[in-house]
């Protein structure tokens, strides 16, 4: 496991775009691994930059995301699919038959899950971008999650609700449930790359990083991952510096 210290949210951003624009340099048609989230919002801003500079296209490029809140359509504020369009997809020159993300209102959910894990397997993703959550979940693989789970209903946990309400109007309306990639999916990507911005991480980086690789920190599983970078923050490092 790579472990890179970073001053601070914005060195978080450009360390990982080193990294993300080298794969689109060396492969034009790179498949990458989104998530949601603040955290990889500075690294998406200068995925925008350098495009608009004109120093990379994602003409041929190919994204999966991670998860999707169950019961929001794509056209919700709060949905995944949206914050991807409005703060990546419609700035960069992606085609949108390219990107792919989960259903949160399909009819059924056991097929859509099915469906996602079918496209995974072929999917060959050069490199997975991770944010954590503050009780060291992984998209949306809360605590207890088996190591070896493929996408899947989550009941989101009491803390990630809360922790994702300031997204929301009211804690009511956060969704209680979601369709995620699970561990396995996501171990079985070529390369990771985990960010961890903020104090409110730093526990989960702690248990992540020095506990035991167990089902109570989702993220500790990628410690058995064999091309795994986590760019970690001064605040987010004070527990493991
Ligand atoms: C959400 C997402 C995760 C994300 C995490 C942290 O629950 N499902 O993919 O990594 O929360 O979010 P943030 O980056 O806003 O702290």
Redesign the pocket.
């Known amino acids: 496991m790579n472990l890179i210290f970073v001053k601070n949210y914005e060195e978080m951003s450009e360390k990982a775009y080193e990294i993300v624009k080298k794969i689109l340099i060396g492969k034009k048609n790179a498949t990458l691994g989104l998530?949601?989230?603040?955290?990889?919002l500075g690294l998406y801003n200068k995925m925008i930059e350098d495009f608009n500079l004109g120093n990379v296209s994602y003409k041929n490029v190919t994204t999966y995301n991670?998860?999707e809140y169950v019961g929001l359509s794509t056209n919700d504020e709060q949905s995944y699919t949206y914050f991807m369009r409005t703060n990546l997809f419609n700035h960069i020159d992606i085609d949108l038959k390219n990107t792919h993300l989960l259903d949160g209102m399909a009819k059924n959910m056991n097929e859509a899950c099915d469906n996602y894990n079918k496209m995974l397997e072929k999917a060959d993703i050069d490199v997975q971008i991770?944010?954590?959550?503050?009780n060291g979940?992984?998209?949306?693989n809360e605590p207890n999650e088996p190591f070896d789970s493929v996408t899947h209903i989550i009941d989101l946990t009491p803390k990630?609700i809360s922790?994702?309400a300031r997204f929301f109007t009211s804690i009511n309306d956060v969704p209680t449930r979601?369709i995620?990639m699970g561990i396995a999916n996501i171990m079985a990507t070529k390369s990771i790359i985990l960010l961890a911005s903020?104090a409110?991480?730093a526990d989960a980086v702690y248990a992540a990083v020095k506990g035991d690789i167990s089902k109570n920190c989702p993220a500790s599983a990628l410690r058995n991952h064999k091309n795994v970078t986590f760019i970690v923050d001064d605040a987010a490092a004070a527990k493991i510096k």
């Open positions: 998530a949601t989230g603040t955290t990889p991670l998860d991770l944010g954590i959550g503050g979940h992984i998209a949306f990630t922790d994702n979601a995620s903020g409110n991480k």
